[in-house]
């Protein structure tokens, strides 16, 4: 049996698709692409069997979907070397570089199978000594010496981001995580806004966590054009980005790959992205335009002179480079090989 192993963030052992029982749900309002991929991998007959593994001191019943004969299953156990009482995986795949993934490869590595690894930011290698066959990366740039290194490819959800055809009542929608404000650019954007008048002109509308910080940072710049929303579910978040012209990323080298441009791309919203951001050059070739701080309330007025062409980009792009299937393939193509 052809068996593949993902091993997810110990960061919550219970998240919201955790309540899904059926397969048919979970696909549709799951957003989350490293949970989606096992299940195309399954229906593809590139494996017979998927166990996503997660930590829990208090290992809740286990969740089990049927794809074509083949089973999915998501699995807790209270320490990962529990997994060696199971058949050895074909594959194993780590995703997020935590400390016990090392600790797992290091003390069996006989039996994981081919051992991929998954990370950005801080731990883009392993900082435990682990050892695994093949390192993934979103961005070329983080190739690194000494390294089996491969690309990775992800997208959203295309049932749960896509066009709506609303007519925008904002120029720009912003998603941020205010709880990573160092990585994000809250403070950059901001004090951009306040320091130009056409960036003052614009309706803008900010949507994540914490947003007392960003209405803060806000008094202290003298800015009154944003709307903060706050956290929103996604399906929101794609009704918000329907109604924007564009989708702002602000993000820096300390972020990883974020997850929000796809998000962005997939509803069919043009993307404003700053030159900072990782996987910068796969995104300027899907018409993303790059903002410099130096010159960013040129950069989004003209991006705002050349709306209608990029709205045309992004729907095709959406279609074609970002659908499931073409980055699901391109992944796998590279898969074979090793």
Request: glycine residues 10%; hydrophobic residues 30%; contains cysteine.
């Given at each position: 049996m052809r068996t593949f192993w993902l091993f997810r963030s110990n960061l919550k052992h219970l998240e919201y698709y955790h309540q899904y029982g059926d397969l048919e749900t979970f696909e549709e309002k799951c957003h989350d692409f490293y949970m989606l991929f096992p299940i195309w991998l399954l229906r593809k007959n590139y494996f017979d069997n998927v166990v996503i593994w997660r930590l829990s001191k208090n290992p809740p019943?286990?969740?089990?979907?049927?794809?074509?004969g083949n089973m999915y299953s998501q699995r807790w156990v209270r320490n990962f070397s529990e997994v060696i009482n199971?058949?050895?995986p074909e594959m194993s795949f780590f995703r997020g570089g935590f400390q016990e993934y090392?600790?797992?490869?290091?003390?069996?590595?006989?039996?994981?199978?081919?051992?991929?690894?998954?990370?950005?930011?801080?731990?883009?290698?392993?900082?435990?000594?682990?050892?695994?066959?093949?390192?993934?990366q979103e961005d070329m740039g983080d190739f690194s010496k000494g390294y089996?290194?491969?690309?990775?490819?992800k997208t959203a959800s295309a049932r749960i981001f896509y066009p709506k055809n609303q007519v925008p009542r904002y120029e720009i929608c912003w998603p941020a995580n205010f709880k990573q404000i160092r990585y994000k650019g809250h403070q950059d954007f901001i004090?951009?806004?306040?320091?130009?008048?056409?960036?003052?002109?614009?309706?803008?509308?900010?949507?994540?966590?914490?947003?007392?910080?960003?209405?803060?940072?806000?008094?202290?710049?003298?800015?009154?054009?944003?709307?903060?929303?706050?956290?929103?579910?996604?399906d929101e978040l794609n009704s918000i980005l329907n109604q924007s012209r564009f989708g702002l990323c602000m993000s820096n080298r300390q972020d990883g790959c974020p997850r929000v441009v796809t998000e962005i791309l997939m509803a069919g919203t043009p993307l404003l992205v700053r030159d900072q951001t990782r996987l910068l050059p796969y995104y300027k070739k899907l018409g993303a335009i790059t903002l410099t701080d130096q010159k960013l309330a040129t950069r989004i007025e003209k991006a705002n002179d050349m709306w209608s062409k990029l709205k045309e980009e992004v729907l095709l792009a959406r279609k074609d480079i970002l659908s499931f299937e073409k980055i699901c393939e391109k992944n796998m193509e590279l898969w074979r090989k090793i």
């Open positions: 019943k286990e969740i089990n979907f049927n794809v074509n199971h058949p050895k090392d600790e797992l490869t290091r003390s069996i590595p006989n039996h994981l199978g081919k051992k991929l690894y998954l990370a950005t930011g801080r731990r883009i290698t392993p900082q435990w000594g682990g050892k695994y066959d093949l390192f993934l089996n290194c491969i690309p990775f490819y004090k951009a806004v306040g320091q130009s008048e056409y960036l003052s002109s614009l309706s803008i509308v900010s949507c994540g966590n914490n947003p007392k910080v960003g209405k803060e940072l806000c008094k202290k710049y003298g800015v009154d054009n944003i709307e903060f929303r706050g956290e929103v579910k996604r």
